[in-house]
């Protein structure tokens, strides 16, 4: 049985920092396209940064210089670490797994992705 479970999430005051991340099982995790997604209320479902199986990283403009995604095959978990936190970086956080893991462009259509966590909640006043 697949799971990605997420966790780290919270509430921050802007210029904050956390760490989310991802645990996964059920399947080979070093072989998939590893991804952040974030989705605000009445907004789309977002593509915040991807890590492929080579570990190349992409990344939306607008988390450039303050985000970073990185992946440990050996304990099968996926994390993004939040700097410099933003209002605007409020949504919930989800965690997705591709079986295109050696796509070498950003992978960010949430219909390339198999498998998703539940999300974690990520809150950030000014």
């Known amino acids: 049985q697949v799971q990605l479970v997420e966790s780290g999430g919270g509430s921050v005051e802007s210029g904050g920092s956390l760490r989310l991340s991802c645990a996964a099982s059920g399947y080979t995790y070093s072989y998939y396209y590893m991804a952040w997604f974030r989705q605000a209320p009445g907004k789309e479902r977002e593509g915040v940064a991807g890590?492929?199986?080579?570990?190349?990283?992409s990344y939306v403009d607008s988390v450039k210089g303050r985000f970073t995604i990185s992946r440990d095959n050996a304990k099968n978990t996926l994390y993004l670490q939040m700097n410099r936190l933003e209002p605007e970086d409020t949504a919930m956080y989800y965690c997705a797994a591709s079986p295109r893991g050696r796509y070498t462009w950003f992978l960010r259509r949430p219909a390339d992705f198999t498998y998703w966590g539940q999300g974690t909640q990520v809150t950030v006043s000014s």
């Open positions: 890590i492929n199986s080579d570990g190349m990283t």
